[in-house]
């Protein structure tokens, strides 16, 4: 059976002809009504259409917030879809029948988990529960950027950290460019006292990166470091390497065959940077930044 508008609700009304939003909402609420009485073939159209009218609510939403912060969103009913609050100055999380979430910051209109289909936006949201239900990750930490995910995980030391990104399908994260390492140290320094039991004498704590000497690639980089993951990214932290009359930091030392980002638990917005270290040294109160490849992610 062909339904003349049903590319039209897919797309979303993106062309000058298409459909307002309450007249996507209405289709929307027929289609429910059509599969419910049991017309095959419905459900993943459906599912498709309720994903498209939600994104476009999501944007129509941000465009209100811009020219009235100060008022609450009037959100659309929208079968099947929970929007977790109406507030113009954080984050909606737009829950779509308990299997594909869809948020939007309705202050700065960026965008997190907005894959083009419902149905990668289910294998997206199956494959965050899997990794969270695991009990060596750490609450609270799982985020995404890109493809990636990123989750802390337990481990007494680099070895250990790494061996337990490994059963998730991941590795230690590779950071690739200071935008990548700027954003995960600006969310992770602020989980740092949430997350990790300080000796109240250390105000630093490790988070270990798949940076290291144990591995061959990169041979030509700086101090011979390469990623356990086997990519191959040359960026470092501008003081990496740096050895002077004042100080050798950093990335100097022959020892330092493991690799993590220092978070400063006592000034959380503070860029400190990274540090290399024996095994026996990154041993103690650290976690591992694990990085996993997302599913059906493009």
Known sequence: MKIPFINSIIIGAKEENGFTLIELVIV????????????PGFVSIINEAIFSVTKT??????????????????????PGVIFDNKNCSEVINA???????????????????????YNSCFIRNDFRTKITSNNFIKKGTYVERNC???????????????????????????????????????????????HIQLDPSNAHVHLHIGLTKTVQHDKNSKFGHGWVSGESSSYRPPSWGVC???????GTDPDGNFTSMILDTNNPS??????????????????????IPIP???
């Not at 950290?161 to 992770?188: P, S």
């Not at 002077?244 to 950093?250: A, H, K, P, T, Y």
């Open 95 to 117: 829950n779509i029948n308990n299997e594909c979430t869809l948020s939007m910051n309705m202050h700065t209109g960026e965008r997190n988990n907005w894959p083009n289909s």
């Open 57 to 78: 609510s999501l944007n129509q939403s941000y465009k209100s917030c811009q020219s009235k912060p100060d008022e609450s969103i009037l959100m659309d009913n929208i």
């Open 148 to 194: 990636s995910a990123y989750a802390w995980v337990d481990g007494s030391n680099w070895n250990e950290a790494q061996a337990n990104a490994k059963k998730i399908g991941g590795n230690l994260a590779t950071i690739n460019d200071a935008d990548e390492n700027d954003f995960l140290m600006d969310i992770f320094n602020k989980e740092a006292i949430n």
């Open 296 to 298: 059906a992610c493009n």
């Open 244 to 250: 002077n009359s004042e100080m050798c930091g950093m």
């Open 270 to 291: 503070q860029q400190n940077n990274w540090n290399d270290a024996t095994l026996a040294q990154t041993t103690g109160s650290g976690a591992g930044l694990a990085e």
């Open 28 to 39: 929307t609420a027929l289609l429910a009504i059509l599969s419910a009485i049991g017309i």
